[in-house]
């Protein structure tokens, strides 16, 4: 089944180069790690989950319109607050890494936020435990695991930069994020989330779910272990 997947991804990529499409994929690769460094566990699938946020974000942003609810383009927050974007003096509503502000005569002016950067278990990459099967109208984990050191916790560590390749016609960004078990047992993943943190035309900063992942098998963490969660999106380009 995977075999046949996967050549079907591989068609579609080649369409994408054909017609001058680029046809964005995204991977997930968890590896788990005893106390003394040594690998225990690797898990590695393709991530199918982008959420409606994302392709609301990247509509608003190519069309170059705002987030009007009546074309149900808006976008909703971890908290579960729907946010419509005011389209007044805005060459876009909002996107996953900063937004586009119009000054009268002047040029756009790019303001970066922090997006999948994070040193909180509020955004950037996340983990769960929930079970519940991938939604496109997903925007938080069903169960987050919390950043700490009680029963059930894992320690979030730091986000660092993220680092782009360019292999043939294919870019590729990579992000990664450590997780430390020192709850004192086992912590069970089973959902892994890309939330982005920025700003919309209010500037008011929020969180949002760009997509949320169902493990094919649930990836124990033991106690004093450690979780790499590698997540990589690409895009091939046309020749």
Known sequence: MVDVEEKEYEQLRKLGQKFRIPIPEAFLELEVTDRYG????????RSR????NAYSLLFTEMAGVAGY????LQVKDTGGTVHSMDPEGYLAGAHSIGYSKMSPGKPAVIVPWYGYRSNADTHGILVGSGTVAESFEDYALQTLI????????LSYVDTPLNTVTDV??????????Y???????????????????????DDTARKFMMSRDVLASTVTVPNTGQL????????TYPA
């Open 38 to 45: 040594k690998v225990i566990r690797k898990h590695k699938q």
């Open 49 to 52: 989950s982008w959420v409606r």
């Open 69 to 72: 609810s009546g074309h149900n």
């Open 146 to 153: 919390s950043d700490g050191i009680g029963a059930g916790q």
């Open 168 to 177: 043939g016609l294919t870019k590729s960004c990579e992000w990664v994020r």
């Open 179 to 201: 997780f430390n078990n020192n709850s004192g047992g086992d912590v069970n993943v089973n959902e892994v989330g890309l939330v982005a943190y920025g700003t919309l035309t």
């Open 228 to 235: 790499k969660v590698t997540y990589t999106i690409q895009l």
